[in-house]
């Protein structure tokens, strides 16, 4: 855990819970997300100490906070940029709009002392202003309001949280998804992509990336077939979220209410959108149902 691992001339990545890239370039480095926890952080400025690099900037896929909780150590030991979408940008520098986004209000106290960072770098520059010579940025929509993912001169490709391991999809069968439509369209370019290696925050580096998007797909199509499966009768949010819990042996606590409940409000939208759901108002209750 924690290997430095070299995968293309100028590309390497850090193996840990949530994948690191790092892109040599001259005489500097950029990292490609900066990691789970500010301990993190620490273990990546030994790695660069001891590979004498300067650190350039972060580029950070986007603002989950098992993304970005390594950028405010470094950026202060290094002065380095922290760079991502206009958007994805704002969400690293107000943690609370990501977590009120999730709630769907003002997030309650014990939510906010738990998984709002206290330090919190600050974004020097957008990807619209470009990025260094070797590294291109490409937009993978679905998961997060503006995700991208980094394709290498190397040919590597960083996903950033576009799937996820098989593993984790048969332990917690729901990842967050904040759009269904665009996330399985970003499954369908990925599968098509052309790289020598991909490597998905949360799962391992691979060549052939098929397979994985076969299952993440897999899994989103079982879940809409759950849901469709239980509106033929009227259901609540609470009704199919408690559902979707229960189908999968699911216990919730108050994070995974907001986020796994975020997620199943975008299933509900996406069939909703895709005219296979209505929803109706009785006696002030909103109720899904198949159309």
């Known amino acids: 855990m924690y290997e430095l691992v070299k995968i293309g001339e100028n590309t390497y990545y850090i193996d840990c819970p949530s994948k690191i890239g790092i892109y040599k370039s001259g005489d500097s480095v950029y990292l490609i997300d900066s990691g789970e926890d500010k301990d993190i952080g620490r273990k990546i400025y030994d790695i660069l100490q001891h590979n004498k690099w300067d650190l350039a900037g972060i580029i950070n896929t986007h603002s989950n906070i098992d993304h970005v909780a390594g950028n405010k150590y470094l950026q202060d030991r290094t002065g380095c940029d922290i760079i991502s979408t206009r958007i994805e940008n704002v969400f690293i520098e107000k943690p609370m709009?990501?977590?009120?986004?999730?709630y769907g209000g003002y997030p309650i106290s014990s939510l906010i002392s738990k998984v709002i960072p206290t330090e919190i770098s600050k974004p020097t520059k957008s990807i619209d202003m470009g990025l260094p010579r070797g590294l291109?940025?490409?937009?993978?929509?679905?998961?997060?309001?503006?995700?991208?993912?980094?394709?290498?001169?190397?040919?590597?490709?960083?996903?950033?949280?576009?799937?996820?391991?098989?593993?984790?999809?048969?332990?917690y069968h729901i990842i967050f998804i904040y759009?269904?439509?665009?996330?399985?369209?970003?499954?369908?370019?990925?599968?098509?992509v052309e790289a020598r290696m991909i490597i998905p925050s949360h799962a391992e580096a691979v060549s052939d990336i098929g397979p994985l998007v076969r299952a993440n797909r897999n899994k989103v199509i079982d879940i809409i077939e759950f849901i469709l499966k239980i509106c033929k009768k009227n259901q609540t949010f609470e009704d199919v979220l408690k559902g979707v819990m229960d189908n999968y042996n699911?216990?919730?606590?108050?994070?995974?209410?907001?986020?796994?409940?975020?997620?199943?409000?975008?299933?509900?939208?996406y069939l909703y959108d895709q005219e296979k759901l209505d929803c109706v108002f009785k006696e002030n209750k909103m109720y899904w149902v198949v159309k």
Not at 141 to 158: E, K, Y
């Open 250 to 269: 699911r216990h919730l606590n108050f994070i995974q209410y907001c986020l796994v409940g975020s997620t199943v409000k975008s299933y509900l939208t």
């Open 97 to 102: 709009l990501e977590f009120s986004f999730a």
């Open 136 to 171: 291109e940025a490409i937009r993978l929509p679905g998961h997060h309001f503006d995700m991208i993912g980094i394709r290498t001169s190397d040919n590597v490709f960083f996903v950033a949280d576009s799937l996820v391991s098989e593993e984790m999809l048969s332990k």
């Open 179 to 192: 759009d269904v439509k665009a996330f399985l369209e970003t499954l369908d370019m990925l599968e098509r």
